[in-house]
């Protein structure tokens, strides 16, 4: 089964508000990571928290980190229509010498101009 | 640099039939995986390669063969094609480790099977 799940699985926003993502994992991390996606193109990789931080930032990006409940969110704000796309969450733990990465099944974000 | 490609971008097969698919990165990256997508699943782990001559399996390894005898090729083979393996697939390579986990992974475009 897949390590995390992202929540909600579609968001609809209008361009500038707040879009929130949440992602659930069930085992022990070393780091989370974020993706996107644009439709029928590979993966881009958004932003890397590990697993001794709580919140980082990057552009309009804001992603924080609870290992205590085992979940991330990713916050996007002043959605754009540009950013409709899906985004992941993965998360890297100890497998062979440290390097499987398991990914969520994905949010997909629609934002209307 | 190309970064991580991909071919064939698209393919049909006939139940039964094999093929290979490659995949390249010519960023020196150690690890290397390939997973696939299929609607409403996300990504998942099929093999994975932390260096040339060692690969490891992911989740859903079965009916798929691979080999790492070069840093730079990954290529991920199908033994005999079933329809369960109709999907797209992605390979993803990542810089060596660094303290902390895996980094991050930079994806080819996809290869997209269709297995009648």
């Known amino acids: 089964s897949q390590q995390g799940e992202e929540d909600p699985q579609a968001l609809s926003i209008q361009e500038g508000e707040n879009a929130t993502m949440n992602c659930s994992y069930k085992?022990?991390?070393?780091?989370l990571q974020w993706y996107r996606q644009n439709s029928g193109r590979g993966l881009v990789h958004l932003i890397l928290?590990?697993?001794?931080?709580r919140e980082k930032h990057s552009g309009r990006l804001r992603v924080t980190l609870d290992t205590s409940k085992k979940s991330s969110s990713l916050l996007i704000t002043a959605s754009r229509a540009a950013d409709t796309a899906s985004y992941f969450c993965?998360?890297?733990?100890?497998?062979?010498?440290?390097?499987?990465?398991?990914f969520g099944a994905g949010t997909r974000l629609f934002v209307k101009a | 640099n190309a970064g991580v490609t991909q071919t064939p971008k698209f393919q049909v097969l006939k139940t039964g039939q094999s093929m290979t698919l490659q995949c390249a990165q010519d960023?020196?990256?150690?690890?290397m995986s390939w997973y696939r997508q299929d609607p409403g699943m996300g990504l998942r782990l099929i093999h994975y390669?932390?260096?040339?001559?060692?690969?490891d399996q992911g989740e859903v390894p079965n009916g798929y063969n691979v080999s790492r005898s070069t840093t730079e090729d990954f290529p991920l083979r199908l033994l005999s094609a079933a329809p369960s393996q109709t999907s797209v697939y992605f390979c993803?390579?990542?810089?060596?480790?660094?303290?902390?986990?895996?980094?991050?992974?930079?994806f080819g475009p996809g290869t997209r099977l269709l297995v009648l």
């Open positions: 960023m020196n990256h150690e690890y």
């Open positions: 993803a390579s990542s810089p060596p480790l660094r303290a902390g986990g895996r980094e991050t992974q930079y």
């Open positions: 390669s932390v260096g040339a001559g060692i690969t």
């Open positions: 928290i590990r697993s001794n931080e």
């Open positions: 993965a998360t890297a733990s100890t497998g062979l010498g440290g390097f499987k990465t398991i």
């Open positions: 085992t022990s991390i070393n780091n």
